[in-house]
């Protein structure tokens, strides 16, 4: 009987020892990420939006207040960037080179910080990750930055096109993976959209609004499992879940690439959107809430439901800070009163979308760093980033702030001197898009 005992005891350490190595080896820890910043000569101000808006000769009068009403409503302020190629006014004839020209800018710009700033050899990287949905050149992405840095011939590397906004998330996830078999290993995960190619010059309202709503921008993330680099890391990833609705046919459409009556290329997005981004979030917070919520906050929302009563989940007592996508006033609206959000919670997002606009998969990163910039993410936080793509797809993860941070990255500027405009500059320019008839100023480029 008592060698059964032991033999008992001995397989229930043996066990957990197993378990508890294969945890340690699941770790991801976010060592350092960089936002990109492009030149002051790309800002996009309300002068500047509005002849981009002008020049269009194929909208009409009702075309043009649409769309400067969408950019007036957008939340978007005058320090957002543009590419190069639009700002000169060669948006009707865009290029490949354009677009990778944008790609090597953001490259150069945030990736030489990023190794300078962590004493991290590219070398050294073991795992690469690209996603840019709107541009797959060959040789890919990854591959021109793995010949721009000159990285080892025995990268792993993978190019994600086509997964939208929430890319990054998926991007997190291929490396969570990849670290469950590799030990003692680094990745670099870069993050970003080409808007130069992807102008719409169209005039179908469903697809004219990502010309209001989307920016330059990117990002690029160093992340390891070394736990001699714990210390030296910013977040812990804690969980990952991943929502797909492909199946369903409205949610498939509901934003996508394609061409309009006349030929045009450009983006559409459906009116079903909200509904089916709405679909997505509660299916997949319902896994979320299991994973980051207390047994007690769980007990008291299923007693409360069962009992017929109004049952509200209090996210915040698991969650101390809500990353959500900027991809517009209106969806962190939405957000912020499914969750029972104080505005507050989601003045990061909105401080994001005002000063850089919707950078697309990089966007959650710039919310990130506007948290960190104010000092709000202090040592053992929970951090939840809600993400948003086509598909339709919502990703969601939650991480853990394993030191106090503050560092200001791109947010210098704005912390520096306390700049949170409250006066929207593009309603006090083109507030006559209200009237009800088309009646532009005297001497207004609107006027034919």
Not at 16 to 23: N, V
Request: with cysteine.
């Amino acid at each position: 009987m008592e060698l059964i005992m032991l033999a008992i005891c001995i397989w229930t350490l043996l066990f957990s020892l197993y378990h508890f190595c294969k945890k340690r080896d699941q770790r991801c820890y976010l060592v350092h990420y960089e936002c990109h910043k492009p030149s002051d000569d790309r800002k996009l101000d309300t002068e500047l939006s509005g002849s981009i808006v002008a020049r269009n000769l194929n909208l009409g009068h009702l075309e043009y207040k649409f769309m400067l009403r969408a950019i007036v409503n957008s939340g978007i302020g005058e320090d957002s960037y543009g590419p190069r190629n639009i700002i000169d006014g060669r948006e009707n004839s865009q290029s490949l080179e354009d677009g990778i020209l944008e790609m090597d800018e953001f490259f150069k710009d945030t990736l030489s910080q990023l190794f300078v700033k962590t004493k991290v050899s590219p070398k050294e990287i073991d795992l690469l990750v690209v996603n840019v949905s709107l541009l797959s050149c060959v040789p890919s992405l990854a591959s021109r930055i793995i010949n721009m840095y000159r990285m080892r011939d025995d990268i792993k590397s993978y190019n994600l096109s086509g997964m939208g906004c929430s890319a990054s998330i998926i991007s997190i996830n291929i490396v969570s993976n990849f670290f469950k078999s590799h030990r003692n290993s680094m990745a670099l995960v870069v993050t970003s959209e080409s808007i130069a190619p992807n102008w719409y010059s169209g005039n179908d309202k469903s697809m004219m609004l990502t010309n209001c709503l989307f920016r330059s921008g990117g990002c690029a993330m160093l992340l390891t499992n070394k736990p001699a680099m714990k210390s030296h890391s910013k977040l812990q990833l804690k969980c990952l879940v991943r929502t797909h609705l492909g199946a369903s046919d409205e949610a498939y459409t509901c934003g996508m690439q394609k061409e309009d009556s006349q030929g045009i290329l450009g983006f559409y997005l459906d009116k079903s959107l909200p509904k089916t981004a709405k679909r997505a979030f509660t299916q997949n917070i319902a896994v979320i809430a299991k994973t980051c919520l207390s047994y007690t906050e769980l007990l008291r929302y299923f007693v409360m439901k069962y009992s017929k009563k109004k049952a509200t989940l209090n996210f915040k007592a698991g969650i101390d800070h809500f990353c959500m996508h900027p991809g517009g006033t209106a969806v962190i609206e939405e957000i912020r009163k499914g969750l029972g959000l104080n505005h507050e919670d989601v003045e990061p997002s909105k401080m994001s979308l005002r000063r850089f606009g919707n950078t697309s998969a990089s966007s959650l990163w710039y919310v990130l760093g506007y948290m960190e910039a104010q000092k709000r993410l202090k040592k053992g936080d929970k951090l939840w980033m809600i993400g948003f793509g086509s598909g339709f797809k919502c990703n969601n993860c939650v991480w853990e702030v394993i030191r106090d941070l503050e560092d200001v990255n791109v947010w210098e500027d704005v912390i520096k001197n306390g700049k949170k405009e409250e006066v929207n500059p593009f309603m006090d320019r083109f507030s006559w898009i209200n009237w009800d008839t088309y009646d532009p100023p005297p001497g207004s480029q609107f006027q034919r």
